[in-house]
Structure formats: C-alpha cells, structure tokens
C-alpha cells in the first residue's frame, strides 16, 4: 500500500515530543485542523493539531460531521498490522459537508453531503482499476488513514473522485457505517450470491455481521447466523434472520453441516476455521471479511473433497461503493448505530474492543 502525499503537523502546547514542537514555529497558519490522535503504537487518542497540505486541485474539504467507528481503527492504533504511521489520525467512514473545492473539481459543490471511506486514492490506469476494482489496484492504493489523517478531526481533505454524494434516504449517522462495515460485507454478497434463496451464513454478529444479515436477506437468501452471544437472537432475527446457532451448541452445528452455501466469516477473532469449512455445502465459499491477526487452519480434506472455496474480501472500488449506497438506500438498508461526542473516541474504542457496541458506533462532531 502506497502512501502518496502527506501532511504537515504540529502539536498543541506541549502535547508533543520535542521532535514536533521544534517544527512548530514554521507552522502558524491559522488553518490547522483539529484531531484525535494517537502519538505511538496503542496510545489513546488525545486533542492534536495539524496544518494540511494544500488543497489540491482535485481535492475537496468537508467539515466532518459522522464518524463511524469500525474495528480497523482500534487495529490501526496498535499497529496491528504494522503499516499504521504516528500520529495517527484515525477515522475511515467519515460524513461531512463540502466547504471547499479545488480547482479541477467539477462533480461536487460547496454544502454537498458526501463520504469517505478506507481508499483514499488508487493509481486509476491498472486494468482492476479500468475495471472499478481499485481495492486491488495493482500500484496499491492509497488508504484514507495509511500515511495520511483521517475522519477523526473537524476537517479532512481528500481526493473527489474517491468522495460518495449521499442518497438523501440514508441520514448520516446511517450513512457512515456503510462506507467500510457495509461495503465489506455487501461485495461478497454480490461477488457468491448466484442465485436467489441460497443459503447464506454469517459467523459474528457485530458491526458487519448485523450488515451483512441485512443485505443477504434484501438479495433473496436463506439466513443463518453463527453466533457466540445467545442474547443478540432476537435482534438477529428482527434484521432478517431465518436461522440462529449459538457456536457451542454441538447438536444444532453437527445438524448444520454441510448446508451453507456462502458463509461470510466476520470476527476479528481467528475461530475455528475446521467448523466453518465442515457448515459449508459442496461448492460452497467461506469468505473472511473480518481481519484477524492470527491465521487460519485449514483442512485440505475438507477443502478438496467438498470441492470448497476460502476467500477473503476488502471493501470496494468506486462503481460498487455507489451501488451498495443506492441499494441501501432503496431497501432501507441501515445499521443500528448508537451515537457518542467524538470527544468520547476512547471510551468508544474500549467498548468496541469489548464486544459490546450494539452494533456500531458512531462519533459525532461536539
Ligand atoms: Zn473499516
Ligand atoms: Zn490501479
């Protein structure tokens, strides 16, 4: 993954190491942007401030106003995945307001309501990206919060090309969790669902998960969750879902063998990938959207006598992000959001990592 561009930044009064202050005095421009960031590796976040760079030409800026708040970020504090620079301004389903457009930019106007999800930018000439499949650019493309800050501030600017107009049916604390949580899990669906009533399983019943109920049973599915929490069945089935199976009832997963067709894998926890693998029917896909640190065990028996598939899949390029809105927007298609103050972005983060948002947080500007 690239890291193109960039930004300039100075700390508030002794917020910082000496490394920054000393830059400071170069960076009195009054048009600072103000953030939460996280200054190293699994730091909680705190007040910062930066000087962007320059609009570009083909750039815009929102004032923010939604944050949605998805594992990837509390990932990206800790360095989970090694890639994550510092200070890190995290935030990747960001809503806002335009307030500024650049030069060349001709699709989007001052006081448009627009959003941003993880790709910032992709290299726009490789054939995936020709084919609208810039999350697997082959140059890589350039992450919202990879190298550059994100939707935790009161401003961000970015690209327009990569900027998603909203549907005025979808509400903005609605909107946000879509960007990543509902393109995540709306791709698959599109990519292995070949026909209608198959039967599709969905393991985890989180931010993605409750997603992913919702879509598959507005594209014709028969819907099994997979859970570990006996309490979120109720819930579970009012998003649409026909079957419920608690993981450690033994009985009611051995009678669930081999029947799923397409199993969209969403914990951020590596689970038994044997289990997973023997509820798939022949032909089936058990699809990893979830992004464990950990790997996975794989039985070759199971993969080759079943004739079965393991995938993994990462949000979207630009035509399906504006597609999964649209169909969001037309089957009312909305996460359970609960709201908190940006200024609450750590305690957010604890409950999150704690497994008990229900089902997805999502920040709003004080
Ligand atoms: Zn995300
Ligand atoms: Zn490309």
Redesign the pocket.
């Known amino acids: 993954m690239s890291t193109r561009g960039g930004t300039r930044e100075t700390a508030r009064k002794g917020s910082l190491p000496n490394a920054f202050s000393k830059r400071k005095k170069n960076l009195m421009s009054e048009n600072r942007f103000q953030a939460y960031a996280s200054l190293q590796p699994g730091a909680r976040l705190q007040p910062w401030e930066y000087e962007p760079e320059p609009l570009g030409k083909a750039e815009i800026e929102i004032r923010v106003t939604h944050n949605g708040l998805c594992h990837t970020d509390i990932h990206m504090r800790d360095n989970d995945w090694g890639i994550s620079t510092y200070p890190l301004v995290a935030g990747h389903e960001v809503v806002g307001i335009v307030t500024q457009t650049g030069a060349d930019v001709v699709t989007l106007a001052v006081g448009d309501r627009v959003g941003f999800g993880w790709i910032r930018d992709?290299?726009?000439?490789?054939d995936?990206?020709?084919q609208g499949e810039?999350n697997t650019?082959?140059?890589g493309?350039t992450g919202l919060i990879l190298g550059h800050h994100g939707g935790f501030a009161d401003k961000l600017r970015a690209p327009a090309d990569f900027a998603y107009k909203l549907p005025d049916a979808l509400d903005s604390s609605s909107a946000a969790p879509l960007l990543c949580a509902g393109i995540t899990v709306y791709m698959p669906l599109r990519t292995y669902m070949t026909r209608p009533a198959m039967k599709v399983g969905v393991m985890g019943i989180g931010g993605l998960g409750h997603l992913a109920v919702k879509y598959a049973k507005a594209m014709g599915a028969e819907v099994t969750v997979f859970s570990t929490s006996p309490d979120k069945e109720a819930e579970t089935k009012a998003f649409g879902a026909h079957h419920f199976h608690i993981w450690e009832n033994t009985e009611a997963m051995k009678k669930a063998r081999s029947s799923q067709d397409l199993i969209i894998h969403t914990s951020p926890e590596a689970t038994n990938s044997e289990t997973a693998l023997n509820l798939l029917a022949n032909n089936g896909t058990l699809c990893l959207v979830g992004l464990p640190t950990g790997s996975i065990d794989i039985s070759v028996t199971a993969l080759v006598f079943g004739q079965k598939t393991v995938a993994g899949s990462l949000v979207g390029g630009r035509g399906f992000m504006r597609e999964m809105l649209d169909f969001s927007a037309v089957h009312k298609i909305t996460p359970m959001v609960e709201t908190m103050p940006l200024s609450q972005v750590n305690e957010a983060m604890d409950k999150v990592a704690a497994n008990k948002a229900r089902y997805r947080i999502v920040l709003t500007a004080e």
């Open positions: 992709a290299c726009r000439q490789c995936h990206c020709l810039e650019c082959r140059e493309y």
